[in-house]
C-alpha cells in the first residue's frame, strides 16, 4: 500500500530536549515535504526536498533541520524546540515536480511545554 | 511567502444543501489544487487545476482555474454528513506550495 509513515504520531516534551520526527514513504517519490498546521493558518511549509542531498527552506524554517540521506526518509529535526512549536506536523511526499498529488502523513502532534 | 485568501473560513450548511469556497491570490498561479483534511487525518487531493479556465468534476465537486490564473473556486453539489472537513485550496507560484487558511464545513442533517 502506498503511503507516508510518520513517528511519534503524538509528543508531549519539554523546551530545549531535542526531538526526531521521522518519516518515510515507499512511493518512491523524489519530492518530500514537511508542514506545520496551525488554527487559522492553514499549513506553512518548514522545508522541503527535491530529492537526495537536496534540501530547501519553506515558509517558517526557523528552528528546523531537516535532512535527506535516502529518498524515502526526510526527518524533522528539532535542535532545541520552544513552546512555538507547538503544532501539528505533516510530511508529505510526490513526484519531483511537486505539483502532482502530494501524499500526506498522519500527522504528528507535538506539545513543548 | 505567498499569500492565499481563502474564504469563508467556516460555513455550517443543511445536508442536501449546495457549497461554493474560493481562493485569490495577489500573484499568478501555475497550479491549483483543493484538498480535503478529516479529522484526525492529513489533507487528500480532491482536484488538481493546470490551466487558466479549466473546470473538472470529481463526483460532486467541481472546481475551477481562473482566466486570469489568480484565483480558484470549488463547489460542492448536495452535500452529504461526509462532506464535513477542512478544505484547502493550494497552488504554485513557484516550486513551493502554499495552502491557503482552510474552509471549515459542517452539515447539519
Known amino acids: 500500500e502506498a503511503q507516508v509513515t510518520q513517528n511519534p504520531r503524538y509528543l508531549i516534551t519539554v523546551t530545549g530536549k531535542k526531538l526526531t520526527v521521522t518519516c518515510s514513504q515507499n512511493?518512491?517519490?523524489?519530492?518530500m515535504s514537511w508542514y506545520r498546521q496551525d488554527p487559522g493558518l492553514g499549513l506553512r511549509q518548514i522545508y522541503y526536498?527535491?530529492?537526495?542531498?537536496?534540501?530547501d527552506k519553506g515558509d517558517v524554517p526557523e528552528g528546523y533541520k531537516v535532512s535527506r540521506k535516502e529518498k524515502r526518509n526526510f526527518p524533522l529535526i528539532l535542535e532545541s524546540p520552544s513552546p512555538n512549536q507547538t503544532s501539528l506536523y505533516f510530511c508529505?511526499?510526490?513526484?519531483?515536480?511537486?505539483?502532482?498529488?502530494?501524499?500526506f502523513g498522519p500527522g504528528t502532534r507535538l506539545t513543548v511545554l | 511567502g505567498q499569500q492565499l485568501n481563502q474564504s469563508p473560513q467556516s460555513m455550517f450548511i443543511q445536508e442536501g444543501e449546495d457549497v461554493s469556497m474560493n481562493c485569490t491570490s495577489s500573484?499568478?498561479?501555475?497550479?491549483w489544487l483543493w484538498y480535503k483534511q478529516d479529522p484526525g487525518e492529513g489533507p487528500v487531493l480532491l482536484i488538481a487545476?493546470?490551466?487558466?479556465?479549466e473546470l473538472t468534476s470529481n463526483g460532486r465537486l467541481t472546481a475551477q482555474f481562473g482566466i486570469t490564473r489568480k484565483d480558484s473556486f470549488l463547489n460542492i453539489s448536495a452535500s452529504i454528513p461526509s462532506d464535513v472537513g477542512i478544505y484547502f485550496c493550494?497552488?504554485?507560484?513557484?516550486?513551493?506550495?502554499?495552502f491557503g487558511s482552510g474552509t471549515q464545513l459542517t452539515v447539519l442533517p
Open positions: 508529505a511526499s510526490s513526484t519531483w515536480t511537486g505539483a502532482d498529488t502530494q501524499y
Open positions: 512511493m518512491n517519490h523524489e519530492y
Open positions: 526536498s527535491m530529492n537526495v542531498e537536496v534540501t
Open positions: 500573484s499568478i498561479f501555475n497550479t
Open positions: 487545476l493546470y490551466k487558466a479556465g
Open positions: 493550494a497552488g504554485h507560484p513557484s516550486r513551493q506550495l502554499t
